[in-house]
């Protein structure tokens, strides 16, 4: 009998694809095994993962690499992992603060924060990574920030809307990631926007760099500007969610496989069953807006965000 592999073993067969390095080939391999499913049915298969995982354990320690990644490197959770790059003081770590149940440390002087800390922010009915990291400054900036930002799905650039240095900050952050060969985030998080005088200053921001950013006004203090903000996250991922239901039932509730733009119906299948990607005839295609009415699709067909899919074999 074929094993039934669930979402979480196969989120992880997609990360060991893309495992670049020994321990994140044992991350993905011990994350494979633990979602296996464990009965008769999975034995080959328990066996054929304890074996791959004892050899990239083996190849680990001949290159002298530890089991366990760099601190800097957080592993994705979630729809994708958004870092927030600035200056120091910019309001990064009270972003993370307001939008995820993570508690990094907040304070009035700069270099507060020196690690990485992730915290799992909710967008509708999933979660998106947001990642607080120290900040790119001149005075001091940690030496593997650039390996740090690499990794993340999406960068965005947060600035103190009211910190008379802004525009030296900035240009001292579009330098590095230039130096470092990282694209320019593409928004530009105007934090603090509660204190008097923001919107003016907000207004010079937006002239001066018109056309290179997109502007995101918040306030980490007050809320504002915050669900626009996860909204803004989610469409910057660019990824969609898709819903299962069986034949005759309604779509499942609970959280949605999440797919990049451009999936199908055939890899939408992949993530929910390997049997149902290898047999699949044809699904049906309903919306969550009530908009499809079952709707007969191939499995090359593009899946939008929203599409429930009820799979035909
Ligand atoms: N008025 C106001 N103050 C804020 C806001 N967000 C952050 N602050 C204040 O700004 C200061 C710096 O905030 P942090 O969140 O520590 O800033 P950071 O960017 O993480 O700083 P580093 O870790 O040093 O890079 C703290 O005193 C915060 O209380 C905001 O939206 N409005
Ligand atoms: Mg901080």
């Known amino acids: ?23 994140e080939r044992i991350d993905a391999l011990e994350k ?20 791959r995982l004892s ?35 910019s309001g990064k770590s009270s972003l993370v603060r307001a939008l995820t149940h993570a508690h990094p440390e907040v304070a009035p002087y700069p270099f507060t924060t020196r690690v990485p800390q992730p915290g799992m922010m909710a967008f509708e009915d999933i979660q998106i990574q947001l990642l607080d990291l120290p900040p790119v400054a001149a005075d001091f900036t940690e030496p593997w920030m650039p390996q740090a930002l690499s990794r993340a799905s999406e960068c965005l650039l947060v600035v103190d809307v009211d910190d008379p240095d802004d525009l030296s900050e900035i240009d001292y952050v579009e330098e590095r990631l230039a130096e470092w060969k990282l694209s320019e985030p593409r928004v530009m998080v105007a934090n603090k926007m509660d204190q008097a005088g ?31 903000f996860a909204r803004r996250c989610f469409e910057l991922l660019a990824v969609v969610r898709v819903y299962t239901k069986a034949p005759g039932k309604k779509a499942e509730s609970g959280a949605p496989y999440v ?3 451009g999936a199908t119906v055939l890899d939408a299948a ?9 047999q699949l005839k044809f699904a049906r295609l309903f919306h ?13 067909h593009e899946v ?6 009820e799979f035909h074999i």
């Open 198 to 228: 923001s919107q003016g200053n907000l207004d010079v921001l937006q002239e001066l760099y018109s056309g290179r950013y997109e502007f995101l006004p918040v306030s980490a203090q007050s809320g504002e500007g915050l669900p626009a």
């Open 32 to 51: 494979m095994y633990a979602a296996l499913p464990k009965h008769k049915g999975t034995e080959k298969l328990q066996a054929d993962l304890k074996r």
């Open 270 to 278: 992949r993530h929910v069953h390997k049997d149902f990607a290898e």
């Open 304 to 309: 939008q965000d929203g599409d429930i899919l």
């Open 288 to 300: 969550k807006s009530g908009g499809l009415d079952g709707l007969m699709v191939d499995r090359s």
């Open 55 to 89: 050899q990239a354990r083996k190849d680990g320690q001949k290159k002298g690499v530890s089991h366990a990644p760099p601190f800097y490197l957080v592993p994705h959770e979630g729809a994708g992992q958004v870092a927030l790059v600035g200056p120091a003081n």
């Open 1 to 23: 009998m074929p094993a039934n592999l669930g979402p979480d073993y196969l989120a992880a067969e997609e990360e060991f694809r893309h495992a670049e390095s020994p321990f």
């Open 259 to 261: 797919l990049p733009h």
